[in-house]
């Protein structure tokens, strides 16, 4: 069981690492917040309050910055990485000879690894070994809202029922709810299949296509995140909630998203490095598009949806042209 008087410490000091780090320190557990942009951190540490990602969320008194990675991993058993999923692997190897015995490790790193079509619990067994416990948070859950502390859920996954718990209860106040779920493969799937769709939504709303197209896409969407999570041996039921379903219709559906503004932006014409300047954040799901692709390839799970949107990001396809080409396939069984 979780001693929340010991000091968790949050490596990444983004929207979404911040705002994890300030519900941890909600519950007035010790929260150290780390990032690899010293002039940011100082500044962080200046204002409480991360000004250039989640303006107006001030940091409670339980929540430290701290400049030096080596003190923070120092001081604390449990360790949260919310890094960008191509940075995981290189922050890992950056901590493991900081961490201490008996340290716990959970990410809210979403996506397949470029380079290995890994999932991030892969990746980190690869850095770190099969000892350490280890745990992914995900969920429908914006980074700005958690901060405000509006009424979320979220799920906590992990093999070690009792690090999920722990992690879950250190986490959870009145406003916010964690639940916990063994199943690490498809909530990591639904994780990264999620910010795909949401791009193909972005483009289908910024066509002008409307409810009915959307609504089409998220759930045929959902039915392709089953068939690749069922593949790579995750089970059915998970994709029916939070990190499924539930995080699926809200990157969808809200302009908060970064992955359903690319798609808006894509629509409108403008390329994606323009569009990457003007949301000003990594857009994931431009990364897991071409990950996503690559593995279904090489499983051969079928999944048009995500095949258009790899064309469009990565081979010029046009929009339109996507849209018509997944309405012309051959009529077939729902299921």
């Known amino acids: 069981m979780t001693d929340h008087r010991k000091p968790i410490a949050v490596i990444g000091a983004g929207s979404w690492g911040t705002a994890l780090a300030i519900q941890f320190a909600r519950t007035a557990r010790p929260t150290l917040l780390w990032g690899h942009e ?3 951190i100082e500044k962080l540490k200046r204002e409480r309050v991360n000004g250039a990602f989640l303006p107006g969320a001030k940091f409670p008194d339980a929540l430290q910055v701290e400049p030096s990675l080596s003190r923070a991993l120092g001081a604390a058993t449990d360790v949260l990485i919310a890094v960008p999923s191509h940075a995981f ?23 397949f690894e470029m380079d290995t079509g890994k999932l991030p619990h892969e990746v980190a067994t690869d850095v770190l070994g099969d000892e350490i416990p280890k745990a992914m948070l995900s969920g429908p859950t914006f980074a700005s ?41 498809g909530v990591e799937v639904g994780a990264a299949v999620k910010n795909v769709m949401a791009i193909g939504a972005g483009i ?38 939070l990190a499924g379903m539930g995080d699926l ?5 809200d302009d908060q998203s970064r ?27 431009v990364h897991a598009a071409r990950a996503v692709w690559e593995v279904a390839q090489r499983l051969e799970v079928d999944m048009p949806i995500t095949e258009e949107i790899y064309r469009v990001l990565y081979e010029n396809r046009d929009p339109k042209n996507a849209v ?12």
């Open 204 to 241: 289908c709303d910024g066509l002008g296509f409307g409810a009915n197209t959307r609504v089409a896409l998220i759930t045929r969407g959902l039915y392709e995140m089953t068939r690749l999570g069922l593949a790579l041996g995750a089970r059915a039921d998970t994709f029916m909630g």
């Open 249 to 253: 219709v809200l990157t969808c559906t």
């Open 89 to 111: 692997r290189e922050v890992l190897k950056r901590v493991k000879p900081l961490l201490l015995p008996g340290a716990r490790l959970c990410w809210a790193t979403k996506g």
């Open 324 to 335: 018509a080409i997944l309405m012309g396939r051959e009529l077939r069984r729902e299921y």
């Open 38 to 40: 010293t002039d940011h």
């Open 259 to 285: 992955n359903r503004r690319m798609g808006l932006a894509l629509a409108a014409g403008k390329g994606i490095e323009a569009a990457q300047r003007e949301i000003g954040q990594v857009v994931e799901g």
């Open 145 to 185: 809202e958690v901060g405000r502390g509006l009424p979320t859920a979220m799920t906590v996954a992990s093999e070690d029922e009792a690090f999920a718990h722990d992690i879950a209860a250190t986490i959870s106040t009145e406003q916010f709810r964690a639940y916990t779920t063994t199943d690490v493969i």
